[in-house]
């Protein structure tokens, strides 16, 4: 029978695992929420002796039973392969006290080529499965990284193509580079004059555009979006967890069946969410700690069961954590009130309506796994600088972050559990960052330069996606006013 899913705010909304991810979003911006998490169906002496491919198909299958085993098979070898720069592809690394979890290894060296490596595959079987004969386009804006995930993700993916809009001046300068070099026939990326929210806007009124919608169709055309609320990225995310454990068992870390924690930086609350999963599913993990940066509204929510979005934005030296609307926690809220619709529904008004909500104490024993921790500029760049001096090695500021919120949760409990920190980007993503914690005499050199030094200092090669983008052609150079964004797509897509 196949597995059912259904919205966190309506019970009578249900689709089938490629149906909600063609849909990505359930009405009324729900979200969709499989009706029982599925138990994995292999045990441990089983999964110590799987690779990374293997563990993903016993996890995936539990999830997307409306695919075939040779479906599924077919887009996991497509994902996984040597796109990743090890045949690891996620290796576990012992760094101070804990176990890193380098999810960094992928095309675009963050942790999000996890997810999207593989969605397109999905997206694209669950076309064909749901008998869609358009071309689906991917249309994105992003505030940098998603933008270039899902570039990599969708270049030259059959029956795709892909659309992404950044702010022209609101990207950093390497992110910008990652972008415009993207090769890929069905690529397509377009600069907007205007910030990240204008972006934002212009591609939510085209996807309920229904004119558009209507040309579209005609032309053989349908939209989809990447967004990292789809079932088809939150999936993936949890093979990672599964493997890290197995891992930690045939390297006699833990006994079977012993615990970990697990420490994860937390900007949309995915990456934890799928650690929670994994849980469900049967791995034993005891805490899940959700690090924070200074933007600490789920340190705050941990804390009070209040969770408060009115505050000041900050911008921090960890970018991709810089949110106050954690969207996936919306899972989360939907599972601790007991599957309950219409009490998540009503949170998530008054978290637009109000901007806050807070959760009943029932709610809140629920919660009784998880703790958050919070990190300060000035203490991620000293967490830096200290892993840096005492052992070599150099982490990015997200995993910072992570790591000195670990540190902090040791002191105050003394938990000595053997603990796996997801390590979401390369040190070479945010090289000015992490150079500058290191020694901020770095700060006068260019951003190739300090590239150069990491790789010194770290005795590490630079990755292929830096390397690259040095030298590669700029292949996009459209820049359009923020009212014709609309205009631009139809100029791609000539209708
Ligand atoms: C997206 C991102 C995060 C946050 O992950 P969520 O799943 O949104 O909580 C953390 N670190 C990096 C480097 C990211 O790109």
């Given amino acids: 029978m196949d597995l059912i899913y259904r919205s966190t705010r309506n019970d009578n909304e249900t689709a089938t695992a490629s149906q909600a991810i ?18 994995l169906d292999v045990g441990i002496d089983e999964l110590v002796r799987m690779n990374y491919q293997e563990t993903a198909y016993a996890v995936m299958k539990q999830f997307f039973t409306d695919f075939t085993e ?15 720069d090890t045949p690891d592809i996620v290796p576990i690394i012992k760094a101070g006290e804990a176990y890193h979890m380098q999810l960094f290894h992928g095309s675009t060296i963050a942790f999000k080529d996890m997810a ?46 892909i659309i992404v809009f950044y702010p022209k001046d609101g990207v950093s300068p390497i992110q910008e580079k990652q972008m415009v070099t993207q090769k890929g026939d069905n690529t397509y990326v377009v600069g907007i004059k205007g910030n990240f929210d204008d972006a934002q806007t212009g591609v939510k009124k085209m996807f309920s555009d229904v004119e558009l919608a209507k040309e579209m169709d005609a032309a ?5 979006s990447a967004n990292s609320i789809n079932i088809g990225r939150l999936v993936p995310q949890i093979v990672y967890y599964v493997y890290s454990y197995a891992k930690l068992v045939s390297n006699n870390v833990v006994s079977k069946g012993t615990a970990m924690n697990v420490v994860v930086p937390t900007g949309n609350f995915g990456n934890i969410l799928a650690a929670y999963y994994a849980k469900q599913m049967g791995i034993p993990i005891k805490t899940f700690i959700c690090a924070s940066n200074e933007n600490k509204v789920l340190f705050d929510f941990f804390q009070t069961g209040t969770y408060d979005k009115n505050r000041e934005f900050i911008l921090t030296s960890s970018p991709s954590m810089d949110i106050l609307i954690s ?6 809220i ?42 300060t500029e000035e203490d991620t760049a000293k967490a830096i600088k200290r892993m840096y001096n005492d052992i070599g090695y150099v982490m990015d500021t997200h995993t910072a972050v992570a790591a000195q919120g670990y540190y ?23 090289t000015r960052s992490v150079m500058n914690a290191i020694d901020p005499a770095y700060d006068s050199k260019t951003d190739f330069e300090l590239v150069d030094e990491l790789s010194k200092i770290s005795r590490t090669p630079v990755p292929k996606a830096i390397e690259e983008i040095r030298t590669a052609p700029v292949l996009h150079d459209t820049v359009c006013e923020k009212d014709q964004m ?4 139809k100029k791609i897509l000539g209708i």
């Fill in 70 to 84: 040779e479906e599924l098979k077919y887009c996991i070898e497509h994902a996984y392969d040597d796109k990743f």
């Fill in 334 to 375: 939907y599972k601790i009130a007991g599957d309950d619709a219409e009490k998540c529904a009503e949170l998530m008004k008054a978290l637009s309506e109000d901007g806050k909500y807070t959760i009943t104490d029932e709610m809140k024993k629920n919660l009784n796994d998880f703790v958050g921790v919070y990190t």
């Fill in 220 to 224: 053989g055309y349908q939209f989809s």
């Fill in 327 to 332: 969207s996936n926690l919306e899972r989360l």
């Fill in 408 to 430: 902090q949760y040791i002191e105050k409990t003394d938990d000595r559990t053997p603990t796996v920190i997801a390590s979401t980007a390369s040190p070479y993503k945010f």
């Fill in 22 to 39: 063609l849909k990505g979003l359930a009405n009324n911006s729900g979200l969709f929420v499989p009706t029982e998490i599925p138990k």
């Fill in 486 to 489: 609309l205009a631009e797509v």
């Fill in 116 to 161: 999207l490596s593989i969605l397109p595959y999905l997206l694209v079987t669950a076309a064909k499965k749901n008998n869609v004969k358009n071309e689906i386009v991917i249309l994105t804006a992003t505030s940098g990284d998603t933008g270039k995930a899902a570039l990599a993700g969708f270049a030259d993916v059959p029956g795709t193509k």
